[in-house]
Structure formats: C-alpha cells, structure tokens
C-alpha cells in the first residue's frame, strides 16, 4: 500500500515540478512584454504624438501675429520637439539589433531634418515673413514630415504585430 503511495507522491511532485517550470518561462516572457515591447511601442506613439504637436505649434506660429501668443506656441513646439528626441533616443537605446538600431537611426535623422526645416519656417514666421514660412513649410516641410511619417506607421505596425504575438504565447496542457 505505502508503493502506490510513494508512486503517486512522486508523480506529483513531478507535475508540481514541471508546472513550476512553465510558470516560470511565462513569467519571463510576460516580463519581457512589459519591460521591451511595451516601450518601444510607447516610445514610437511619443514620436508620433510630438511630431505631429510641433507641425501644430508651427501653424500656430504661422497664424498668430500677437509676439506673446507667438512666444506660448514657440515654447510649447520647443518642448514637443525635445519630447520626440527623448522618445527617438530611447528607442535607439532599446534596439536588440543591427538592423533595428539602423531603423532608429535613420528615423533620429529624420526627425532632425524635419525639425531643423520646420524651425527655419519658425524663425520666418518670428521675422514677419509669413509667406517665406508658408512656402518652407509647404515645401520642404511637407515631404520632409513624410518621410518622418513612412518611418513611423511601420514601426507602429511592426511594434504592434510583435507585442500581439508575444501576448499568444500557447497555453500549457493540463491533465485532467
């Protein structure tokens, strides 16, 4: 009688073993999920969320005409300007990857030529030169925010795609 017993406890205590291993690598990947692939997908939406903050302070720096309301849009384009570096950066600093750190890169660039284009309109528009401004924006800042956009949508997409897969990690068997 203790046999069986004996038997059954270490089958038991085999199973605990096992599903305490499970456990353990979902836990992993679970964390992985939270710590990696949920900031790179926070990082790439800041970008996107502050590009698109500074092309509307830069409209709103074409519009006014009030240097004090002119200063508030300056200020708060300035920020969302520092904003999208500090996303890009980290981004770059969570690429695992050649080709992902290439990927970041070549978007940092992008970013810096369209902010640097933009800024020129800026210092125009500051100047009263309103249509020197428009014809910047409308111009080269167009294709340059673009380009900064056709970097971004598929990072956005990817980033999500790979955070989709990990959540649909298989459920481990259960013996009933």
């Known amino acids: ?33 939270v710590d990696v692939q949920s ?14 903050e500074a092309t509307v302070q830069n409209r709103n720096i074409l519009i006014e005409d009030r240097p004090p309301e002119q200063a508030t849009y300056r200020s708060r384009y300035d920020e969302a300007v520092k904003q999208a570096y500090v996303a890009v950066d980290r981004l770059i600093a969570l690429s695992n990857s050649p080709e992902r750190r290439a ?53 956005i997409d990817n980033l999500a795609a790979e955070l989709a897969q990990a959540l649909d990690v298989p459920t481990p068997v259960v013996w009933e």
Do not use: C, W
């Not at 294709?143 to 990072?155: E, F, G, H, S």
């Open 103 to 155: 990927v970041n890169q070549k978007l940092r660039e992008a970013a810096e030529a369209y902010f640097h284009i933009v800024g020129r309109a800026n210092a125009a528009a500051l100047d009263r030169d309103a249509e020197a401004a428009r014809t910047i924006v409308l111009s080269e800042g167009l294709a340059a925010r673009n380009k900064v956009r056709d970097l971004v949508q598929p990072r």
């Open 1 to 33: 009688m203790s046999i069986p017993l004996l038997l059954v406890a270490a089958v038991a205590g085999g199973l605990v073993y096992r599903a305490h291993g499970v456990f353990d690598e979902l836990n992993e990947k679970t964390q992985h999920i």
């Open 39 to 52: 900031a790179r997908l926070e990082n790439i939406l800041t970008v996107r969320t502050n590009v698109l």
